[in-house]
Nanobody
Framework: VQLVESGGVLVQAGDSLRLSCAAF????????MAWFRQAPVKEREFVAD????????IYADSVKGRFDISRDNAKNMVYLQMNSLKPEDTAVYYC??????????????????WGQGTQVTVSK
C-alpha cells in the first residue's frame, strides 16, 4: 500500500491551496481517508476524515468552515481544499487510511496506512 501526497507549497495568509493524495495497492472505496498535520515541535494532529462513500466528513474545530475534504473513488484520490489559510496552518500534511470505524476524536493509531507528507507553509 502506498499513499502519495502532493500540492504543498509556500503561500500567503488568506490564500487557498488544494492538497491531493493518491492511493495505491488498497481497495480504496473500503477505507476511511483522512488528513493529519504536524507543525514544527508539535504533535501530529487530526485535520479531517471522510467516510468511504464521501457523503460524511469530520473536521477539527481549527479548520471547520475553511477546509473541505473530498474523494474520488474512481481515481483513488482524496483531496483537501484549504481556504483562508493562516500562518498557524503551516505544517507537514499527511494522508492516512483506515478500514474500520473508530470513535471520534480520531487518533493516529486508528489509521493503518500513511503517506510521506507534503509541506505547507503559510507566510504572514
Amino acid at each position: 500500500v502506498q499513499l502519495v501526497e502532493s500540492g504543498g507549497v509556500l503561500v500567503q495568509a488568506g490564500d487557498s491551496l488544494r492538497l491531493s493524495c493518491a492511493a495505491f495497492g488498497l481497495t480504496f472505496d473500503s477505507y476511511y481517508m483522512a488528513w493529519f498535520r504536524q507543525a514544527p515541535v508539535k504533535e501530529r494532529e487530526f485535520v479531517a476524515d471522510i467516510q468511504q462513500s464521501g457523503r460524511m466528513a469530520i473536521y477539527a474545530d481549527s479548520v471547520k468552515g475553511r477546509f473541505d475534504i473530498s474523494r474520488d473513488n474512481a481515481k483513488n484520490m482524496v483531496y483537501l481544499q484549504m481556504n483562508s489559510l493562516k500562518p498557524e496552518d503551516t505544517a507537514v500534511y499527511y494522508c492516512a487510511a483506515k478500514m474500520n470505524y473508530r470513535p471520534y476524536p480520531a487518533k493516529e493509531s486508528d489509521y493503518e496506512y500513511w503517506g510521506q507528507g507534503t509541506q505547507v507553509t503559510v507566510s504572514k
